[in-house]
């Protein structure tokens, strides 16, 4: 700038034109993208256009792909993917929150390989050393008696399963679940997902009972003290040091499920996640799910943790997200970031719970495949050996401390909350109501931050929250450049905004 133009032209320009902010937003060049030494592949599959004309002839249609030009990617490395062209972006949604260790990372690609070359499939009606290896040591790395693994190939998967085992076990069938949760969609686990736009018109929720959600933003009480955050809502709160009168008032509302909804000491089971993930990163107030355990407990129910999105050490201060909450639960089941992309999920109980399979046949074809096995465990040791959790929380509070400097400096940001990498940004139309924004203005941010190559989650009840769950690898520098995108994006959509309303 200096030589171009002289250090005394930008002083006078900075006197003399009011809309010097819009000037140097529409001629300041986009964030410099963090380097990376990784070149990829040339790209040698059908054009755009042949992938294209091939989806809309064999793909079923309900399967729809983010962007107005969806990305045609075929390559990735660690939090970078690359497109059909050669085209880098810095992925901070990790494959909808699946990516934990990175892309294609080194050791799990050679783990995997290797398992490839000399077994790929046997079930487990013979023995096989991997799933045993591994059993071992993930439910080492869970508290408790929670000893018991049985191995599946997806979340639905698990929480179906984690269904038919509370129901058994109690001998009842009323499950709870939360408004705003998203628990699955196969046939039986979407009864517990009460997101509408997530629901099909087919009896999928019998026995299934969905509870206020207590969420200390968007719900009927919370405040600035409530949640488990680096960053509280902007909401008044009165609660005293130590005691959330947002869980009371929730916890209140759980009781009248039971109260009006269910037989006297008939629940099979609550199930929760730790932060609600396609809600839009929604977390519970401090204490709520812990007295919810225990009125649960008290009726002759089990408690389920969903940690398929909090699990791994994602949250950064634990392995688990149920941990920050001060309990223990019955059942976990866990998903996504548990093979880094392979298709691979768990359900991890005691050993008494676990007899209740036992009463009938029941068995999952491909649940402990060896190569998934083998990818859970490549995993779990990258995890350890490189110290992500401990990544997770620094460079997510970081970047929480950053984003929340957005709600102050933009008017369409409402509320920046999450623990560890696991963040949501939730952009409004209006800060006093809480409005949700539009979702073609939504559509304006996010296509905006994929322009300038970073890519970006979506999720809420209105589509309206940037959900950003990157790999567990992610920098600083990848922090400091992702907040640089979003905010050069919501510049230009405010001033956007600011030209249709004096025009």
């Known amino acids: 700038m200096k030589n171009m133009f002289g250090r005394n032209f930008i002083v006078r320009g900075l006197i003399k034109n009011e809309n010097f902010r819009k000037f140097t937003t529409n001629q300041r060049p986009p964030p410099v993208m963090p380097s990376c030494d990784y070149k990829p592949k040339q790209y040698e599959g059908p054009d755009f256009d042949t992938v294209q004309k091939i989806k809309e002839k064999h793909i079923v249609p309900c399967i729809k792909q983010y962007y107005k030009e969806p990305l045609l990617l075929h390559e990735g490395h660690m939090q970078w993917l690359f497109d059909h062209n050669g085209r880098r972006y810095l992925d901070m949604f990790s494959g909808i929150v699946t990516v934990s260790a990175g892309h294609c990372h080194p050791k799990v690609t050679k783990e995997t390989k290797d398992q490839i070359d000399k077994l790929w499939h046997t079930t487990n009606i013979y023995l096989h050393p991997k799933l045993y290896e591994y059993a071992e040591k993930l439910t080492a790395k869970l508290p408790g008696n929670l000893k018991v693994a049985y191995f599946v190939n997806s979340g639905s998967e698990a929480n ?5 085992i509370t129901r058994i076990y109690t001998g009842n069938f009323d499950i709870i679940s939360f408004r705003n949760a998203y628990h699955g969609l196969s046939p039986y686990s979407m009864g517990m997902t009460a997101l509408s736009f997530s629901r099909h018109d087919v009896p999928s929720a019998l026995g299934i009972h969905h509870a206020m959600n207590p969420d200390v933003y968007r719900g009927l009480w919370g405040g600035a003290h409530c949640r488990d955050s680096p960053v509280q809502t902007d909401r008044k709160c009165d609660c005293a040091e130590g005691k959330c009168q947002a869980a009371d008032r929730y916890y209140e509302q759980l009781e009248e499920v039971f109260m009006y909804s269910l037989a006297p000491s008939k629940v099979a089971a609550l199930f929760a996640e730790s932060i609600q993930g396609v ?10 799910l812990k007295k919810a355990y225990e009125l649960v407990r008290s009726n002759g129910g089990l408690c389920v943790a969903d940690e398929v999105q909090t699990g791994f050490g994602r949250t950064g201060d634990y392995f688990w997200g149920f941990e920050s909450h001060e309990v223990i639960p019955d059942i976990v089941t866990m998903a996504k970031g548990i093979g880094n992309g392979y298709p691979l ?15 009938a046949f029941h068995f999952n074809t491909f649940g402990g495949n060896p190569v998934a096995c083998t990818a859970g465990m490549a995993t779990l040791e990258v995890i350890e050996e490189e110290g992500l959790q401990k990544n997770s929380k620094i460079v997510g509070t970081y970047l929480l401390e950053e984003l929340a400097k957005l709600r102050d400096e933009f008017a369409y940001v409402g509320d920046v909350r999450g623990k560890g990498l696991m963040i949501g940004v939730d952009l409004v139309k209006n800060k006093a109501t809480r409005e949700p924004i539009a979702a073609k203005h939504f559509a304006d941010i996010w296509e905006d931050c994929k322009d300038m190559g970073v890519l970006l989650g979506r999720g809420g009840m209105n589509g309206n929250v940037i959900r950003i769950k990157p790999p567990m690898c992610v920098t600083k520098q990848d922090a400091d450049f992702t907040v640089q995108v979003l905010r050069t994006a919501l510049e230009k959509f405010t001033e956007k905004c600011e030209k249709c309303k004096t025009s």
Do not use: N, R, W
Request: glycine share 14%; hydrophobic share 45%; aromatic share 6%.
């Open 160 to 164: 179906d399963l984690a269904m038919l």
């Open 345 to 359: 999920a768990a359900v991890v109980t005691t050993p008494e719970i676990s007899q209740a399979l036992g009463h």
């Open 279 to 288: 809600g839009g990163t929604v977390q519970f107030p401090k204490g709520f």
